[in-house]
């Protein structure tokens, strides 16, 4: 969806006397194919950076970019941890959605189109050099995108919270980014143009971001990865889908840290024990579904693609994710099939 922010920032590029090209291939869910693409541009007109101008997938899109100018492998073979041996191309980012934090994590994801299969490219040298949180960039959001990236800020800061590897620090990024998601998110989808409001969900994007690059993330994020690779479903919205079910699944290993979420956006009691407190946490975060108009199920969900589905699902999360507790293969069946329409 082009609302004019690329145009406005092209026009005090040329301003200040920066010649650059644009490149707009890139989908909601990138492939390895729109990065190649994105490589040959950079190639052929002779590019010194990138400017990565937009969302989540933008911005993924443009690290595999400047990590390929630089080292000459197939994606595939930079895919997963520490495998960028070579320093990127000089990389910028700007955020135009308040979600997914790509511009401070180590992360970048794009989806191999043969396969279905998204790929996760992990290392320090993926963080852009320098990225601007401008809320006026943000203020003609739709409503609907404002919401899916808002939930996904908000899995992204629940999940760092409840991570076994969650520290000290990483906990009061999450906490942060809840506080001013809950204070914010559901003004911004209402009336998005106080830059105030926006301003803070920018933050609460940026603060979950730290806070999932150290700590990591969890099951929905495992789920929504592979429900974006095989049916390119916005990973805002998977994310939206997955959480209240992971979260439901979570309460039995990790009920007092999901006990104080409640407590931080106001809807626990100190009389109430961990358990009860927990189900209101995920009682509140279907209440931001409802408020927000935001699907429940996927009729796209076809009941012969769900073993698969929970395969990668259930192998994404063993190999990457530290959990509170590990699903298995069945249950994890049984969770997408509560997606399911």
């Not at 406005?8 to 291939?25: C, M, N, P, S, Y």
């Not at 809320?135 to 076994?164: C, F, K, R, W």
């Not at 000290?168 to 001013?180: C, F, G, Q, R, V």
Request: with cysteine; aromatic share 6%.
């Amino acid at each position: 969806m082009d609302i004019g922010i690329a145009g406005k920032i092209e026009e005090q590029l040329t301003k200040h006397g920066v010649a650059h090209v644009r490149f707009d291939k890139v989908t909601p869910d990138p492939t390895y194919s729109q990065a190649e693409l994105g490589l040959d541009l950079y190639q052929r007109e002779g590019c010194d950076g990138i400017l990565a101008v937009g969302g989540g997938s933008p911005i993924d899109c443009a690290k595999v970019i400047a990590a390929r100018v630089t080292n000459n492998k197939p994606i595939k073979r930079l895919a997963g941890l520490l495998r960028v041996w070579r320093t990127p191309a000089p990389l910028f980012a700007i955020p135009t959605t308040a979600g997914t934090g790509s511009e401070v994590t180590v992360a970048a994801v794009v989806s191999d189109p043969v396969d279905h299969k998204k790929t996760p490219l992990m290392d320090p040298k993926l963080v852009p050099l320098m990225a601007a949180l401008d809320p006026s960039l943000m203020t003609e959001l739709p409503p609907h995108i404002t919401a899916a990236t808002g939930m996904d800020a908000l899995t992204h800061a629940v999940e760092a919270y409840l991570s076994l590897n969650a520290t000290t620090e990483t906990d009061a990024y999450a906490i942060a980014a809840m506080k001013l998601i809950h204070e914010n998110l559901i003004s911004a989808y209402k009336d998005g143009k106080s830059l105030k409001v926006r301003l803070n969900m920018a933050m609460a994007s940026y603060y979950a971001g730290l806070a999932f690059t150290k700590a990591s993330l969890g099951y929905a994020h495992a789920i929504a990865h592979n429900l974006g690779a095989k049916y390119g479903t916005p990973h805002g919205i998977a994310n939206s889908l997955a959480l209240p079910h992971v979260l439901s699944a979570s309460v039995p290993s990790a009920k007092a840290k999901m006990a104080k979420l409640a407590m931080i956006v106001g809807v626990g009691d100190e009389q109430w024990d961990d358990v009860t407190n927990a189900q209101a946490f995920v009682d509140y975060v279907v209440s931001l579904q409802d408020a927000m108009s935001l699907p429940k199920t996927m009729a796209e969900i076809q009941q012969m693609d769900v073993p698969d589905i929970a395969k990668r699902a259930v192998r994404e999360a063993r190999w990457n994710y530290p959990v509170p507790h590990y699903l298995s293969l069945r249950e994890c069946e049984q969770l997408i099939e509560k997606i399911k329409a």
